[in-house]
């Protein structure tokens, strides 16, 4: 009890500790205690119930070998040691001091056995002093046998302790001296490294010095071959020198690695520090330790009582417990947030002229924030901050905030800008101007930005289009959220899936068990019918009429059957018609003991069976099948309702489709997203070989070293003037800017040194900001000149790795017709792709249209929502809006009823219709603020937007726009075409070739500096046969003859055509009328016919004559070789484009035409005659080898990159026809198919005739007309 009292206080101090720190700390602090036990023990002074000095102590004994075997534990070896002493002590007072000498000297002996406890000795007749010699005496020889036993033991692991420790101190030197050893092995190894790093520094010098060599030598150099040896040379000398820098570096990174390794395991390698000296004993005694409960003491060592001493002496001042660490202090609490003061960021703002200020200054997530607004910095709020109103939302519009309970909030969503709460502001917000408002709102837990726009009375300010934005702090980013959104929104549409699917099938199951079940058991028995002449039944079961969960029995005679040579019969059973094939099974039957001649199985009948269906085999190809009618036995009994068996069917048959469906889905997921991952990746090696044409075509004119150039670094630009408008210039100057010419740095007028016999070069400095090199050139340093500017787009280089990116441009698109879901004719394709082509670069595009009245009942059209409303010309309009092919689109409905009609065009009507039109369409951009960069107009009927905008909107708020405008055809409204093309920035037709065709045009002429022809393309997702499902076989170059013979079968059962002739079919797709060429068409059906091959003809005609004409044609030539079809058919134009092998356009003006390259798409091939569009994209195998291997592949070699795809003509009587179109039939025949036709064919269907080349060309045509 003693030595749990002292033991005490050290044992309970510093629990906060580390456990590390508390393990060493425990064992000191056992190993003080014992120590202070044993002078306590050994000390002279003794009161009742202490034992005398020298008496043998069992408690101690055990506390102390518990110590040691800690300490053990622990591996403190110090600690052992000292322990060890202390453990000798209490052996040799318990065993006497008569020891072995060896035991003595540290060798152990093994323990002895415990022998049994004798019966306590008779006490001493007589009281004893505890000091008393015979005390001391009989203490000692009264010693437990057991004690004695725990004694040897623990004399035995001294000795074993002691052997531990002096191993352990023999280690400790050895490693020591390795450690030693060790370190100076590092500092050889450093100074090796250090050696090496210096060899590697007189490398890298020698490498400079190379450098500078090669540089002198470059410079010196007046000839093209030694400049680029010098060049390489230098290069070569570079690489040297970063190598040699990089060796050094990573040697001594390698030493300084190695040297703390080492540091470590000297570390580790060390003795642990002695613990702490115990302090000495204090002046005054601490006070006694609080009374234990008594043990009961061996009845040897019972005294009787004593006299008590006057005063009972108090035991001796006990050393104090060794030192403890101190708690490791608790960390910090955090500073309190400092909260920023909003009318010292309001005075601030008011000095700056700032808008608007947020507090906190950062918003966090999931947390307040107050919105200040300056209202007189706004023109739409100032002078009417009583009326100011605020429209915000998060995460770019997608997700509301919350306005706190005190902030108004209107029926359109929007919250009232409030006076200061100067209140709360205090008496510091006095000096702030009146014109502060402020909105109070909670923003939301997932929340990466702001969004917001300021409005009052009708006038918005949304910073030009921009929408003001602010970032929010937190845990969530824009990528991460548009993936969770994305992922909801998948997750929320697979429930409603799943539900919709459920309700379908239970529909689907239940009128199945009303109306069809009854129809299952027909033909269903208990047995075969016997044969005439007795014999007995052929099968039977029983019991009949089974029922579900019964066990039934099946008897077969097998002798009478054609199994009968069979060894062994199997009966091969289903249920309800072999409808669930988890509930086929194949028994074999055994022979029937009580019927001769039979074999018998039995099976238990599942729920939900109506009937059950077997036949019976050998177990191989021999089967008893009942003559193709299947045995059949019935179930129960059908009442037509949904008795137990039957709704146990039910949720079978409910869980069964359920999963039919999913699967289905899950299997047609997976193929669409592997459909769409390859049409990306051969969408994106379409547009990087677009971009390699461009540069190739380029590089003969310009090119850069190096050919990618990067921010902050030099890049040297070559021209070559030779097939430029500076033909024969003897000096060309180079001028140019950043950043699509808005960078504050610029160069030149440079003049640029001749660097070989035809090129020029200059070498400019990029900027670290610069993501675009802008430049042309001139044959004059400035004034008037002749200048290259590349048609108008100007010449560019792309930068890599600047500080800043290319702002997208913001373009709206105002027409009267889109695809899908208002197409006439090409306008609305073009409208449609490309939009989406200049979205996929990167751009924002939008799109106005009339809001016919035949879109509100549209199944093309998603469901539509309100934008806005405003009146124009004393007209009340309301917009609508709704995503069409991934294009925002707004739609203008007029309150006068213009577009109530179903139809497009109304004819006389249309130009005032489309002029209010136009005029609607740009008052609701400045009523929304939307202030877009480009605003494309297109044809006739939206040509009046470029004098309107200029007149009547520009000077007002929507100022930002320019215009561009294209003519689709020029046929129509050429007065409204000639104001367009005089007051837009840029204008363009379809195609180079019409461009030419038209530039004498009046309504042209005057403005050729900014008209530039762009081929349209065609949309590589909607024409595409891959992932047609029009085509009975989809394909691509790697199977297109496989897929177009598919085609063209299908395409002969559609029209009825022979399927037992090799012969070419040739195909026209076309409106009738006497621009598409119609008398040649008429005639190459009949040549087609002459040649042996087959004609068919989708299209009609707007003329009743014209119609008439080929209807009379149709009954004289249809039949089996030729097929007409005059009506739209839209799944029937993808077969004809798929399954004929040449498609006829011979148009007699043709501004672009798609037609062509939707064949081509098909691997169909063009027969067409050379106008406009069709000149541009269709190339003649005979004739057209040079320029299509320049237009379609950037080669100048027609024997390096085959180009030719098609057959033209220049003429336009039959004649001409003739000689194109029986040049691509003999060709068909020569080859049969196959061949070099073939390879032609792979040809055409791999040629990009998409809008990725187009799209590149409108973008640089816009910053262009920003530029001006």
Known sequence: AHHHCQASPS???????ASSSQSVSATTQTASSLASSATSTSSTTSSSGQQPKGAPNPERLRELRMALTQARKDGDMQQLILIAGELREAVTAILGSD???????GVATAPAPRSPLPPPPPSSPLPLHPTHPASVAAAVSAVEPETEAEAHEAEWEVAEAEKEAEAAKARMEAEQKAAAARAKQAQAEQQAVAAKAAAAAAAAAEAEKQEAAAKAQAEQGEKTARLQAAQQQAAAAEAAKEEAIARAAAAQKQAELELEQQRLARAAAAPPSPPPQAAPPQAQAPPPPPPAPAAPAPPQQQQPPAAAPAAAPQPPPQPASPPQPPPAPAPPPPPPERKEDAVV???????QNKLFITVPSVPKANEPCTLFVRCNMSNALDGHAEDARLNISSNDWRLPVEPSKDCPVDGDGCMRLMPLDRVALGDTSNGLDSNWRQAKFVIPKEAYGLSFALTARGNWDNNNGEDYRVDVAGDMDKETYVILEQQRADHKRE????????????????NMLHNDIGSWRDGASCSGSPSENGAAAPWEVSPCPAACGETVTVRYSKASSSLAAASNVFLNAGMNNWRDDSNITKLPMQNDPSKPGYVMASFRVPAGTVCVNFVLSDGGSTYDNNNGRDYKIAVGTYEGDLSANNKALRSDLVEQMMYERAEGRRIRREEEEKRHKERAQRREAKKQRALEVIRRQQKHVMYAEPAQASAGQKVTIHYNPENTELNGAETVWITGGFNNWEHTSRFGPLAMTRDSAL??????????????VDFVFSDVKQGD???DNRGGFDWHLEVQGSTKTDKPLHVVHIAVEMAPICKVGGLGDVVTSLGRAVKELGHNVEVVLPKYNFLSYSPLLGAMEWDSTFRYNNTDIHVHKCIVEGLQCFFVESGGGHFSQDAVYMGNADAGRFDFFCGAALEFLASTARNPDIIHCHDWSTAPVAPIYWNHFNAGGLNNPRICFTIHNLDFGQAAVGGAAMQSQVFTTVSPSYAGEISGHPAVAPHLGKFHGVINGIDPDIWDPSNDQFLPLNYDENNVMEGKAAAKNALRERFGLRGDVSCPIIGVVTRLTAQKGIHLIKHAAHKTMERGGQFVLLGSAPDPKIQGDFNSLSGSIGGDMAGFCFSYDEPLSHLIYAGCDMILVPSMFEPCGLTQMIAMRYGSVPVVRGTGGLRDTVFDCDFDRARAA???????DPDEEEGTNG???GGTDDGALDSALNRAIDHWYSEHGGGTWADLVKRVVSQDWSWNRPALQYVELYRSARKG
Not at 11 to 17: D, F, L, R, V
Not at 99 to 105: F, G, L, N, R, V
Not at 1190 to 1196: D, K, L, N, Q, R
């Open 11 to 17: 044992s309970s101090s510093h629990g906060g500790a």
């Open 99 to 105: 020891a072995s000498e060896e035991d003595t000297a």
């Open 345 to 351: 960021l309001m005075n601030s703002a008011q000095q």
């Open 495 to 510: 429930l409603e899936q799943q539900a919709e699917d459920r309700r379908d099938v239970e529909g689907i199951v239940n």
């Open 759 to 772: 090129h020029y070069a200059s070498t400019i400095d990029v900027p670290s900001d610069a993501f675009r």
């Open 785 to 787: 000149g002749r200048y």
């Open 1190 to 1196: 320049w237009e379609v592949h950037g080669a100048s």
């Open 1207 to 1209: 057959y033209s003509f």
